[in-house]
């Protein structure tokens, strides 16, 4: 079946530096998402793309179908950034998704 | 408030034992959906439904049970449990067809099986 295969498994951050989240795509995806599991358990619905950027604040996705991966990169890394971040394929007509192992960042002071 | 609403928040039951998780949405999505999350392989899906009284297999379906008894309500059962069914269980909803991805997740719930 398909698989998504996400790096790194585990990142450490110095608040105000930043890094980038990979995802790779076994086959050729319509869309991505990505979500950040905070401290509360809860699953935060990042970014949804079909193609191209978007960014919201300090995050900043891509999605390139055509070479199967997507990143999620964040600036200015502050600590209520740290929690668990997943990438997921699908959910283009809401459908079901296949997600990646995930990246567990801690941003320390 | 939240939409996609969860219980219980934890749960310990021994081996063989009957466990009901519940999942109420009020986002009036047609879909919804159990995942359950280990380390190191992300979410995976258990049971999906499109509506009331319909049921989909997901990929991981062994062991457990589900049943859509409204549009926003979606039970997961496991009515022999296994330790290897330790784990956390996420419902979410959606609603296909709208262009951009709406999915709404639950807080989870820790089901540790003894």
């Known amino acids: 079946g398909d698989q998504v295969e996400q790096s790194p498994s585990a990142l450490s951050l110095h608040e105000g530096t930043g890094s980038a989240l990979r995802c790779n795509f076994t086959?050729?995806?319509?869309?991505v998402q990505w979500f950040r599991k905070n401290s509360r358990g809860s699953l935060i619905n990042l970014f949804y793309?079909?193609?191209g950027t978007k960014e919201n604040g300090r995050l900043k996705s891509a999605f390139d179908s055509k070479e199967r991966y997507s990143t999620l990169h964040i600036r200015d890394a502050q600590l209520e950034d740290s929690g668990t971040y997943f990438c997921?394929?699908?959910?283009?007509?809401?459908?079901?998704?296949?997600f990646g192992t995930g990246t567990s960042l801690l941003v320390d002071p | 408030e939240a939409a996609v609403t969860q219980s219980p928040r934890n749960k310990v039951t021994v081996t063989g034992g009957n466990v009901t998780l519940s999942c109420r949405q009020t986002?009036?999505?047609?879909?919804m959906y159990w995942y359950r999350q280990d380390t190191g392989h992300g979410l995976r899906l258990i049971h999906y439904?499109?509506?009331?009284?319909?049921?989909q297999i997901g990929d991981v379906p062994d062991g457990y049970k589900a049943t859509r008894t409204t549009q926003e309500d979606f039970f997961l059962l496991l009515e022999l449990a296994s330790p290897s069914q330790t784990s956390l269980y996420f419902c979410?909803?959606?609603?296909?067809?709208?262009?951009?991805?709406?999915?709404?997740f639950g807080s989870g719930t820790r089901l540790l099986v003894i």
């Open positions: 979410a909803s959606s609603d296909p067809g709208q262009g951009n991805s709406d999915y709404t």
């Open positions: 086959t050729t995806m319509r869309a």
């Open positions: 793309l079909a193609s």
């Open positions: 997921a394929e699908g959910g283009n007509m809401g459908y079901k998704l296949t």
């Open positions: 986002n009036s999505h047609n879909y």
């Open positions: 439904s499109y509506g009331a009284g319909n049921l």
